[in-house]
């Protein structure tokens, strides 16, 4: 590897490192410092921050190898992302926002459950709590993957080396700086990430030896004539399979807590746009990389064995040392970030949730911020042993991950902030079958295969189950009316 990169990649880990150190000394002196960092977030650091921990390797790896191995169909999957995070901004950030504030000051997603449905407290918190560990080591896994075939394709080096490298620089600035840190160099990586993401397209398609659109175009279709279609082999059933990954941003802890630490719930539109902007942005440029990556591939004969390393592969053929290292950097940037948003999630619910609602009730501030501390590292280590499958695939990683918090928290958080008439009993029966069929539907296989046909997404059925059950149980339930108005 050249020195010009690892001086770039150097860099980058000394820039995290020091935001870190500032928000150890800016803002950990509480639990609602370290948690949500004083909810005091401007709007441009909450709607990056958002972004960036939502995107993850995905962005840079996932979704350009799909494009690049079957073309552009697959980009209804980021359509139907960006439909949802726009209605994720308008409807539900404005109104968590100023609810959990509101109930008892709420510092996670299951403790705001908890204060809005008293008569199922704890029954929400635990299992809320115990969802958000097990789905989040699965995707925190994902993202440790991610870095690992970085470290392998990139720098020659061993998988599992890239895997612990990866989690122990994010480890070191989530532990240290907690929230503050985590937002502020997911609002680093956001740019880096889409600075990386308009400059690899347009390399390829200027510098790319004279491939340009039309020609992109000429080469794509002599692989495939339907490559450039949205709507080649797609059936009805792929097509709701694909867009339907929008619901899953209703329920996802590491992006709306978020909205929960914006300053105030009038700047909330403003971090809206912003980060609507950075993701229309950052997909088009995921789509173009695959595409144009296909092409590029195609015409000088280049041999790519994992779809999903594409990226990684065209940063150290048409790029200065230094430019390579940047390029590699926003791939880690596009990891950690989400990385060390779902560790600081799931710390804050082994934290919150479990140490101070059963261990030590009387826990002093401190003590609360330490025991979160503890819980980043334990959560991260559990993670990096599940990725330790060298032929992972980010992309079904998060799939399955995305669909179980989906389904398990987006009704319930929906219908929390928007129906009077819903009850702790509903709450607790929403959350319970909507991550019982996700995994049920995995493990039948029915997402891959389903009564002799195509797969159907776990998202949709888990989904549906949970909103009807929130729905019959809390009408059945409705004497137990807990709106506080």
């Known amino acids: 590897m050249e020195t010009g990169v690892w001086v770039s990649l150097a860099a980058y880990f000394l820039l995290m490192l020091g935001i870190g150190f500032y928000a150890y000394r800016k803002s950990t002196a509480s639990s609602e410092e370290y948690l949500l960092g004083g909810r005091n977030l401007p709007p441009a650091v909450a709607a990056l921050s958002a972004g960036a921990s939502d995107m993850s390797g995905w962005l840079l790896l996932g979704l350009p190898g799909a494009l ?103 480890l070191a600035y989530t532990m240290i700086g907690g929230f503050l840190a985590v937002s502020l160099t997911d609002f680093v990586q956001g740019c880096i990430m889409m600075i990386a993401l308009i400059i690899m397209p347009a390399m390829i398609l200027w510098l790319g030896k004279g491939d340009g ?33 929008g619901l899953g941003y209703f329920g996802q802890p590491h992006i709306i807590v978020r909205f929960m630490a914006v300053r105030s719930v009038r700047e909330v539109a403003t971090a809206r746009n912003i980060g609507m902007a950075w993701m229309g942005i950052s997909l088009l440029g995921a789509v173009g990389v695959g595409i144009l990556g296909r092409a590029y591939a195609v015409r000088n004969d280049l041999a790519v064995e994992d779809a999903e390393t594409i990226f990684i592969i065209l940063s150290d053929l048409l790029f200065h040392p230094l ?65 330790g499958d060298p032929d992972s695939q980010v992309l079904g990683l998060v799939s399955n991950a995305w669909a179980g918090f989906g389904a398990a928290f987006g009704p319930l958080i929906l219908l929390s902030l928007t129906w009077s008439r819903m009850t702790g009993s509903g709450a607790v029966a929403g959350l319970v079958t909507g991550a019982a069929v996700v995994i049920a539907w995995i493990a039948l296989g029915w997402n891959k295969s389903f009564m002799g046909g195509a797969g159907i997404y776990e998202i949709i059925p888990g989904f549906v189950a949970a909103f009807a059950a929130i729905v019959i149980v809390s009408l059945a339930s409705r004497q137990q009316n807990e709106y506080r108005a």
């Open 68 to 170: 690049y191995a079957t073309g552009l169909v697959e980009a209804w999957i980021g359509i139907g992302l960006f439909v949802g995070a726009f209605v994720n901004w308008l409807v539900v950030a404005p109104r968590l926002r100023e609810q959990t504030e509101r109930y008892d000051n709420a510092l996670t997603i299951p403790s705001f459950l908890a204060n809005r449905f008293p008569t199922k407290a704890k029954a929400l918190r635990v299992v809320s709590a115990v969802i958000i560990v097990v789905f989040f080591a699965v995707y925190t896994a994902s993202g440790l993957v991610a870095g690992g075939k970085l470290f392998a394709s990139a720098f020659d080096g061993g998988y599992m080396t890239g895997v612990w490298a990866t989690l122990l620089v994010v």
């Open 213 to 245: 659109f039309a020609q992109a175009a000429e080469t794509v279709s002599t692989v495939d004539p339907n490559y450039l279609s949205l709507t080649n082999g797609l059936t009805f059933v792929g097509f709701l399979s694909a867009v339907t990954w």
């Open 323 to 387: 430019v390579t290292g940047f390029l590699f950097a926003a791939l880690l940037a596009a990891v950690m970030s989400t990385v060390s948003s779902q560790l600081l999630v799931s710390s804050s619910s082994l934290a919150e949730d479990f140490y101070r609602l059963f261990l030590r009730k009387d826990a002093s501030e401190r003590e609360v911020v330490n025991m979160g501390r503890i819980a980043v590292a334990l959560v991260g280590v559990v993670a990096a042993l599940i990725a």
